[in-house]
Structure formats: C-alpha cells, structure tokens
C-alpha cells in the first residue's frame, strides 16, 4: 500500500473545492477530486445557457504542476450510487484516503425560498445534497479509515446554521431552507469525533465565510452579501491544508477560543484583517494546539491570497 499521503475533494470543479484541492497538492497530498463537471466550460446555470467557468480537468491540471497525482472523478450529490462509487473509485485507485473534504453542496432549486414558499419537495431536495449524500459519504469510508490507522474529516459549512441574516432575501438574506441543512450538517463533525476519536478519526468544521466563487459571479450575485466580508477561495484552501495536518499532530492556530465547557469542543479563530475572521471547529482533545512553525506559514498564505484579491477588486 502506498504511503504517500492522499486527499479526497467534493465538489472540486471550481470555487472553495478546487482552491483546497490544489492547497493540498501543494501541501504534497495525492488528490482525488470530485463533481458533476468533468471539463472546463461544460456547466451551465439552471436556465441551461449561461456557462459557468471551471472543470475537474483544470483542477488536475493544477493537482500535477504541484508535483502530486490528480484523479477526476465524476459524482453526483443527488445519485446516492455515484456518491458511493466515487468513494469507492478514490479509496481503489490509492489504497488509501488520509483526508476527506465533505465540500459539494447541492446546486439546484429550493435553496433561496422562504418558509411560504418551500414545499416537501425542496426541503428532501435539499437535505439529500448537503446532509445526507455527505452522511452516506462518511459513513461508507468510515470503515476503511478505522482499518488503516485514522483520517481526518473536514466538512465546509456556513454561518447561515447558527447566524441570523441581515434582511430578507434579496437584501442579504438567505433560505430557510438551505439554513436548516447547514444546521444540521454541522453537528456531524462533532459526533463522529466523538464516536471515533479512539479509533484516530480527527474532525474539522470549517465556516469559510463569505466567498465569491465562480458560480456567483455568474449568476451575478457576487456583490448581494456586501454585509459580511468576501475571503478568495485560496485562503479557504490554505486553512483546509492547516487543517490536514492535525492527521500529523500538529496545530495551525494563531489564536484560540475555547467557547464550551467541553474540553474536546474548541473554535480557532484565523484573523485575517480587522473585519475579517475565518472559523475552524476542531473536536479533537488528544493533543495541545500549538502554532507551529508550518501552519504559521499557511495561515500567511492565506493572507497573501486575501490581500491579492482586495488588490485586484
């Protein structure tokens, strides 16, 4: 088997996705990427004419100029057997997934309707592309990662679970709908920590904020959160890398804030500006953090990206 260290990606066509997947590489993890869009320019908006740029092809192309493997692997979020053959395609080509990243989200209807407008259909729509194939996802590796020593699990979610909106949508507001997912797709992390801490499973959630992707930009819906401060997809991919690390007992914090009574429950704070705070929730109470030298250096990356992004705006 393969001691080289490998990352497996969800929803890695474009956006936050394809930025950790090549932090990753970057970081000298194999990566295996996922998503409905196998080439560059193939996806369009659900009025079927509007192209959305991005593909798993660049990113794989990115994935080898950083000197590692990539592997595109078409899948699904509402076809429960593409999620679980993905799965399977990744674990088989490797032999093994040290890093798994529950980034995919559901793309369709239903995510931006309020309470009178969201039906039975909408809600199973939406809990099936950002709560259940995630759960299915996890739990079908889950297994493999015990017998191999341990993985570590992050899962990008969203202020809107635990955040009220500014207004209503349209003036910087969001679904109901698709809050009520992100609520619940955040207590998956914790949980699984907890049941399988002893058997080396180490669990992240990381909140990425606001972050204008490719898809926004599209749909011309970049500039409609100006509330809440934008972060580039290549600061959120930096933090994915710092998070890997703890699979190596290492700690990327520059500053901690334990807010439960809990000991293995504690929020970091990356601050990238005076407005600018990314979150990442580690369940993991085996070892101290510490900011080591390596993650000091992601976390400027980070920043690096970020003041790039403000330079060309």
Not at 173 to 189: D, H, I, N, P, Q
Not at 274 to 302: E, G, I, T, W, Y
């Amino acid at each position: 088997m393969s001691e080289r260290k490998v990352a497996f990606v969800t929803g890695a066509s474009r956006g936050i996705g394809r930025a950790c997947a090549i932090s990753l590489a970057q970081a000298g993890y194999d990566v295996a990427v996922s998503a409905r869009t196998l080439t560059d320019g193939s996806a369009r908006l659900d009025d079927g004419v509007t192209p959305v740029p991005g593909g798993l092809d660049t990113t794989v192309e990115k994935i080898i100029e950083a000197g590692q493997e990539g592997l595109a692997i078409e899948m699904d979020l509402m076809d429960r057997k593409s999620v679980l053959n993905a799965a399977d395609t990744a674990y088989d080509h490797f032999g093994r997934i040290d890093v798994l990243l529950n980034n995919a989200i559901y793309q369709g209807p239903g995510a931006m309707l309020t309470v009178e407008q969201l039906d039975d259909h909408h809600v199973k729509q939406l809990f099936e592309g950002n709560v259940f194939s995630q759960l299915a996802l996890t739990r079908h590796l889950l297994p493999r990662f015990i017998e191999q020593g341990g993985a570590t699990v992050i899962n990008m979610i969203s202020a809107t679970a635990f955040t009220n909106p500014p207004g209503k949508i349209g003036s910087g507001g969001w679904g109901v709908g698709y809050a009520m997912t992100k609520a619940a797709f955040e207590r998956l992390a914790p949980l699984l920590m907890i049941e399988h801490g002893e058997d080396g499973i180490i669990t992240y959630n990381i909140d990425p904020g606001h972050v204008v992707t490719e898809r926004q930009r599209a749909k011309q819906k970049d500039k409609e959160y100006t509330a809440f401060p934008s972060a580039p997809p290549e600061a959120i991919g930096a933090l994915s890398h710092g998070s890997s690390m703890n699979h190596q007992h290492q700690r990327n914090t520059v500053e901690r804030s334990s807010t439960r009574k809990e000991k293995r429950n504690e929020e970091i704070y990356f601050r990238d500006g005076p407005n600018r705070v990314l979150m990442v929730s580690n369940f993991s109470d085996r070892h101290a953090h510490q900011a080591s030298a390596n993650h000091q250096s992601c976390l400027q990356k980070a920043r690096m990206h970020q003041g790039q992004a403000v330079q060309h705006s």
